[in-house]
């Protein structure tokens, strides 16, 4: 059965397929979301960028796009509409692409973040959409989602280095046209989705004023604990880069990086990428699927500080395995539960805050995702810094110190309020 709004004509009407074609899409913009931290040490090469241009490079994605979806949110519940979502899958597909056509750091700092602010427009309303169309199956269809892109995410950073190397940056731009492909499938699926159940301002207003208080202050604790984990994401990103060019500067017995020892920095990089990425899939869909709301609380809390774990050793891989030993072999895995530690919890707290705010889901998925995103910007910087100043081991330390941080500040969620009972509106009950 198919039906026809006021804008024209849309997919056929089952939920499962508009889920289906919006999780396809984040699969898609992740793809070209993840493809550009792989790259950096071909870019730096390529440009003649310095360490900290690099590192600029890789927080202009969680500052821009972080930034762009709450605004892109609170537009879309503002005035009623899903649009920003398609238009930011088109930027997205278009400008990333390009970034080999860049002849300097400030045409790639341009080319990138109008890439960045599409990625940013697309996830708020995506997310919110599917989390409308799975109804009481919403922490699901929120971590299926998340599981979509990550599964483009950890594509995208594994295909990158492979596709560089055998046909060039320019080359990218070929990708252009499937992802416009892509934007208006999603046009048509999510463009007639309500943004909400009727009556759910009237039930939020209805409430004790200090429950209305107590619920945004909730959200607000959760959206702090998921900017300092994405700060944890950002730092990792660039210390697993990092990583790998000290690991082929070892092996040659370098002390400089030549074009032959980018490349294969880059090589190495792209599948620690990728393991970070396939951790955090396998964590979101795991624990976002599987943990009733009364645990999301303890999760919330304990998951970040046994999650430093991971962090630790891989910078300590060097000091803790035996000589001969196959280091990249061992680390990928270790790469898996540092992605799990930072990112495992991304579909709980999404979850929970649209459960929180049912008025409101739009912008509180922009706050979870891409505020968050925001907030954490400066996690390259800082994991840098600490690189350059003391040492690469110290950075993978305070990174973990920074992770267990943000499970502790979950002791201030109220406990009233983590559970199926709190929510005003049996839709969205888990």
């Known amino acids: 059965m198919t039906h026809a709004s006021e804008n024209g004509p849309t997919l056929p009407s089952a939920p499962g397929l508009r889920i289906g074609v919006t999780v396809v899409c984040h699969t898609i913009v992740d793809f070209f ?91 708020p309303v995506a997310v919110a959409s599917v ?53 208006i499938l999603l046009s048509f699926a999510i463009r007639p989705i309500k943004h909400r159940t009727h009556d759910a301002h009237e039930t939020h207003a209805a409430l004790p004023r200090e429950e209305r208080r107590a619920r945004w202050f909730a959200v607000w604790i959760l959206f702090a604990g998921a900017g300092l984990r994405s700060a944890v994401h950002a730092a990792c990103a660039l210390l697993i880069i990092r990583w790998g060019e000290q690991f082929v500067l070892a092996r040659a017995s370098a002390t400089e990086l030549t074009e032959k020892l980018e490349g294969e920095a880059t090589l190495i990089a792209g599948p620690m990428t990728a393991a970070l990425v396939v951790g955090m899939a396998l964590g979101g869909f795991t624990i976002g699927s599987t943990i009733r709301p009364r645990y999301e609380r303890r999760m919330l809390i304990a998951f970040p500080i046994l999650g430093a774990i991971p962090i630790v050793l891989f910078g300590r891989l060097e000091q803790v395995l035996p000589e001969g030993a196959p280091i990249q072999v061992i680390a990928f895995p270790i790469a898996m539960l540092m992605g799990v530690a930072f990112a495992g919890l991304i579909p709980t707290g999404v979850s929970l805050a649209q459960r929180t705010l049912p008025h409101r889901t739009s912008l509180v998925s922009g706050l979870m995702l891409g505020g968050s995103w925001a907030a954490g910007a400066w996690g390259p910087d800082f994991a840098q810094t600490i690189t350059s100043q003391v040492s690469l081991r110290s950075a993978f330390d305070a990174t973990a110190g920074v992770l267990v941080i943000s499970g502790l500040l979950m002791l201030l969620l109220p406990k009233a309020l983590c559970g199926p009972s709190h929510t005003p509106s049996a839709r969205d009950n888990d």
């Open 33 to 123: 979301a993840f493809m550009i931290v792989p790259l950096l040490t071909v870019i730096e090469g390529r440009l003649e960028l310095t360490p900290s241009q690099g590192a600029t490079l890789i927080a202009v994605q969680p500052l821009i796009a972080g930034l762009a979806q709450p605004v892109t949110a609170w537009f879309s519940d503002r005035f009623d509409t899903r649009m920003p979502g398609v238009v930011g899958i088109a930027l997205t597909v278009i400008s990333i692409p390009l970034i080999g056509q860049a002849e300097n750091y400030t045409q790639l700092v341009a080319i990138y973040a109008v890439g960045c602010l599409g990625i940013g427009a697309f996830h």
């Open 131 to 183: 989390g409308e169309l799975g109804t009481t199956r919403r922490s699901l269809a929120v971590s299926s989602f998340f599981v979509s892109g990550m599964i483009g995410g950890a594509a995208g950073s594994y295909v990158a280095p492979i596709w560089v190397k055998a046909w060039e940056l320019e080359s990218l731009a070929i990708l252009i046209a499937p992802g416009l492909l892509a934007a």
